[in-house]
């Protein structure tokens, strides 16, 4: 039973960090219904980012929660400035676009932002520091790590802030509209390129958090982490269903207990197997994911 | 009598898709507190004219001129749909298009987005005056619903209204945007006899009470005839016919467009 519990929160944790990828895949294309291919890479810059705002910071003799919490920020606003200024680069000149262009782009950005990190930085695996020190209260249980903990918390708070920020402020509203129409919002007056922009940051904000918490839990990065956690984030917002904001943490959720329960009991050569597997499956009985809603599409 | 004082002016409007001019040499005016018509058979360009004007479709020729009382003249050319709402101009669609997925008042809250100022740090921080602004917003927004006879469907989806009431939360959240002119494209389309009578009523009401001119597209000639104090008559892309309805529907070249050309042996 330990041992199931075990996989259990470690597959709660690894999906928490999926679903806080993947809100930000989810969100980009409920907007504008572009696949942000790039949108690994900015989780990856955030946990460098951490990295090395952690280490300065550590020089000055700060510890613990405190430094997890400031890197944090800096590493959110590094990540929300990187996002922003990818869309007004890579995405808005091709809005009008036929609909392959700026997912070509995407990748294109992908590429370029994973090259300028591993030139910036280096091409081998960089320990991070634990910045989430073992709780007291934590000692006596075994079947999950304080990490964990902090991470499947961070997440649940994450989430919430921001359905309430969807459901209630001007700009969730904004975005919702700009979601269903897009015209019949700019037309009432919505700066349309405003609420792109605000997507953009928030969604990035949130891959930096997946970034620095993992990185803390894990120990060690490099510059290709961004792609595998983008491809499996993805995975996570279709299987979810695409545009859907629960969606993507269900999905996230499902794909991380997916793999979790299959290392532990088949073996961690199939975690992908079975990962995968489960999107075709689910794609075939529920094309549009979990949550998605299947629309006919009107000629 | 004080002369007539224009809130739209349109002059010398040329609208070219490729090789095919869809508007020539347009001149519309519309003074305040009047309520016009722009009519005219199938594919006459008067959608077309309408997405020129709210920076829908960007114009071949001709200017675009906008006043509002009080403030300099805004030339609409080449301004983005937002910045046209800002500057006074809203519009509904000949087929609706609500945000189904959100709830009425939802629905028109979003439109006082382009009257109000908070921004994203607004959101987060939510100081006293985001708070007295979201306050004004909902009570506003409340007091266009019981207008249009809405107030006891707040808080359904936009999707779960019936098709008259869908296009009455269409003005509604037009409204909401504080025009000084306010475009409807067919606002009657597909409404039985009773619905188009209220229309008729709700649109005179409109204007009356929240001080906007109107100019509407629209087929049913029963409505325009009885709620227009001018009206334009567009066919292929020409203007052929102005004036009042009476001098309108006497007119032989509007007559000919309706029935065709056969009607003149």
Redesign the interface.
């Known amino acids: 039973m330990d041992y199931f519990l075990e996989l259990f929160f470690g597959g709660l944790t690894r999906g928490s960090i999926y679903a806080l990828i993947a809100l930000g895949y989810t969100m980009v294309y409920g907007i504008i219904q572009l696949i942000n291919f790039a949108h690994g890479e900015i989780y990856m810059i955030g946990a460098f980012t951490a990295l090395v705002v952690a280490s300065a910071l550590s020089l000055l003799g700060m510890n613990g929660l405190s430094l997890l919490m400031l890197s944090g920020v800096i590493a959110m606003i590094y990540s929300a400035a990187y996002g922003f200024t990818m869309e007004k680069i890579a995405y808005k000149p091709l809005r009008d676009a036929q609909r392959l262009s700026p997912l070509i782009s995407a990748i294109g950005m992908s590429i370029f932002l994973q090259n300028y990190v591993l030139l910036a930085q280096t091409s081998d695996f960089v320990s991070f520091p634990a910045l989430i020190e073992e709780f007291p209260f934590m000692e006596s249980v075994t079947i999950m790590r304080s990490s964990e903990l902090v991470i499947v918390v961070t997440t649940a708070v994450a989430t919430t802030l921001l359905t309430l920020?969807i459901k209630f402020?001007?700009?969730?509203?904004?975005m919702?509209?700009v979601a269903?129409?897009k015209?019949?919002?700019?037309?009432?007056?919505?700066?349309?390129n405003r609420v792109i922009s605000?997507t953009f940051i928030i969604g990035s904000a949130l891959a930096a958090v997946g970034g620095v918490l993992i990185s803390s839990h894990i120990g060690q990065i490099n510059f290709y982490i961004g792609f595998i956690a983008g491809i499996k984030a993805f995975t996570a917002a279709v299987l979810g269903g695409i545009g859907s904001i629960p969606g993507a943490v269900i999905g996230g959720l499902v794909l991380g207990w997916t793999e979790s329960f299959a290392t532990g009991y088949v073996s961690s050569d199939y975690e992908d197997v079975f990962a995968f597997g489960l999107l075709v499956f689910i794609l075939i009985f529920r094309p549009a994911g979990i949550l998605g809603k299947t629309t006919s599409e009107k000629v | 009598m004080t002369a007539p004082q224009p809130v739209l002016d349109v002059r010398g409007l040329i609208m070219d898709f490729g090789g095919l001019r869809a508007l020539d040499n347009i001149n519309i005016q519309v003074n305040s507190g009047e309520i016009v018509a722009l009519i005219g058979p199938n594919g006459a360009g008067k959608t077309t004219f309408f997405n020129c004007i709210t920076g829908l479709y960007e114009p071949t020729m001709g200017d675009m001129i906008i006043h509002t009382p009080g403030k300099a003249p805004v030339r609409l050319n080449r301004l983005k749909p937002n910045v046209v709402t800002e500057n006074g101009l809203a519009r509904t669609f000949q087929n609706i298009r609500l945000f189904q997925k959100m709830t009425v008042l939802e629905n028109v809250m979003v439109a006082r987005h382009c009257r109000t100022k908070s921004g994203i740090a607004g959101a987060i921080f939510r100081g006293r005056k985001t708070r007295r602004e979201e306050q004004e917003m909902v009570e506003h927004s409340y007091r266009l619903l019981e207008k249009v006879g809405l107030d006891s469907y707040v808080n359904e989806l936009a999707q779960e209204l019936p098709y008259g009431a869908q296009r009455r939360l269409e003005i509604a959240r037009a409204l909401a945007t504080e025009p000084i002119l306010l475009l409807l494209d067919e606002p009657a389309a597909g409404m039985n006899p009773k619905e188009t009578h209220e229309l008729d009523q709700l649109i005179t009401r409109i204007k009356e009470e929240e001080g906007v001119s109107i100019l509407l597209i629209e087929h049913d000639m029963k409505l325009v005839m009885s709620i227009s104090d001018r009206i334009y008559v567009l066919d292929y892309g020409q203007m052929i016919a102005q004036g009042t309805p009476r001098e309108v529907s006497e007119n032989r070249n509007v007559i000919k467009a309706y029935l065709g050309e056969a009607f003149d042996a």
Do not use: E
Request: charged share 20%; aromatic share 4%.
């Open positions: 920020f402020t001007r700009m969730g509203k904004a919702r509209a269903q129409d015209t019949m919002a700019m037309l009432l007056g919505v700066n349309v605000a």
